[in-house]
């Protein structure tokens, strides 16, 4: 209703996931650079939760739409409460297995099948798995006898877990899990945006939808729809939806905090949005027993990423030198060995390793300079900070 008014090209504050709509904020952008540390170790578990409406499900949605599908498959599940029989099947399903019989061996047998296809043909298989708070212990136990698939020495399949904070205290202290907890590989908490964060999001998310300026905003309202919200992304969209509309109905083009605060009253009224900000944590206690390690520094993990991955490529680099010099010997034979078939096999076999890893390369290259970029822009916030000081 309000789009046609305010000249939209869309909703601008769907509650729904949307990548179209993602806004890094500060959290976001660490949990996009724990994940990056997690996916680059293409194993294990890693996990992110954060209060409802933190934005979860927008931040895999914006992983998602980055993914190349010719590296890496990946399936996402939302879950409901499931035991570990039901999970098994439900993986099947997500990465489009059609499973004879409904037993649980044969699912287990189809999954590890399919995994083994894929790490054949080159592709890395990530499982996404949304609401893990409501998954039972032995669904949890199953996943992580889904992690001990392998292919030689590589792991099959890699588990990204999204859940609600009390997930993040299922993981820290359910006796049954201790396996699980050491296949943690990386784990970040989803925060509310900051208060000048506000601003920034609600303009990004109108911009999105072909906003020039109307309605226009009063500065206080901002500041109101934090301390009412709490800076959680989704309740600002229920607020804002509420404000456009009250907008156009009333064919006003600028939204102020009078209007702000006859939408909180009704929301309050109705019931449909929880004013108040989110419960702070309680304290860590002095010595939790087997709890996942605590999160590193954003900007340690991505040291620790960078080094891994100049590690990898000096290996790359060495193997590519050694598969020259192969090259090279079997150039020099090549009067010897034309007539050959088994020459020609050796050759081709050298020129797809050639090819494999200058593809490697070029991807590690791309990491790098993400990984660089991004170190970067925390030392240029860590000096403004310190400057601001």
Avoid at 54 to 78: E, N, Y
Avoid at 208 to 227: A, I
Wanted: aromatic share 6%.
């Amino acid at each position: 209703m309000f789009n046609d008014f305010y000249g939209l090209t869309g909703r601008p504050f769907q509650l729904t996931p949307d990548p179209t709509f993602y806004f890094e904020s500060l959290t976001h952008r660490k949990a996009l650079s724990y994940l990056s540390y997690g996916l680059a170790q293409g194993e294990g578990f890693v996990v992110i939760t954060g209060e409802v409406g933190a934005g979860k499900s927008t931040l895999v949605a914006h992983l998602m739409a980055t993914i190349d599908p010719a590296r890496l498959t990946a399936a996402q599940i939302v879950t409901s409460k499931l035991d570990g029989e039901e999970l098994v099947h439900v993986v099947a399903q997500a990465f489009g297995l059609i499973v004879d019989g409904h037993d649980k061996a044969s699912a287990l047998g189809a999954i590890e099948a399919f995994l083994h296809d894929e790490a054949r043909a080159g592709r890395r298989c990530l499982l996404v798995v949304d609401e893990s708070q409501n998954l039972a212990i032995d669904a949890l136990e199953e996943l992580r006898m889904l992690s001990n698939f392998q292919l030689g020495a590589h792991p099959l399949l890699q588990t990204l877990l999204l859940g609600q904070p009390e997930f993040r205290e299922t993981i820290q202290e359910h006796p049954q899990l201790e396996q699980l907890r050491q296949r943690v590989i990386a784990a970040h908490h989803l925060e509310a945006m900051e208060l000048g964060e506000v601003q920034p999001y609600i303009e990004h998310r109108l911009k999105c939808v072909g906003w020039n300026g109307n309605p226009k905003f009063d500065q206080r309202v901002f500041t109101e729809l934090f301390e009412a919200s709490g800076g959680v992304p989704r309740r600002i969209n229920q607020i804002c939806n509420r404000l456009m509309m009250l907008g156009a109905v009333d064919q006003r083009n600028r939204i102020d905090g009078a209007m702000l605060s006859g939408v909180l009253e009704e929301l309050e009224l109705d019931g449909t949005l929880q004013l108040k900000k989110p419960a702070p944590q309680a304290a860590p206690l002095a010595a939790p027993v087997a709890a996942v390690p605590a999160p590193v520094p954003v900007d340690v993990v991505a040291l620790a990423q960078l080094r891994a991955m100049l590690a990898e490529r000096d290996a790359q680099i060495a193997e590519l030198q050694q598969a020259v010099i192969e090259l090279a010997n079997e150039q020099e034979a090549a009067p010897a060995k034309v007539s050959d078939p088994a020459y020609h096999a050796g050759l081709a076999a050298i020129e797809a390793k050639l090819n494999g890893f200058e593809a490697k390369m070029l991807e590690q290259e791309r990491t790098i300079r993400h990984t660089l970029t991004m170190l970067i822009e925390w030392i240029e916030a860590d000096d403004a900070s310190r400057a601001a000081a």
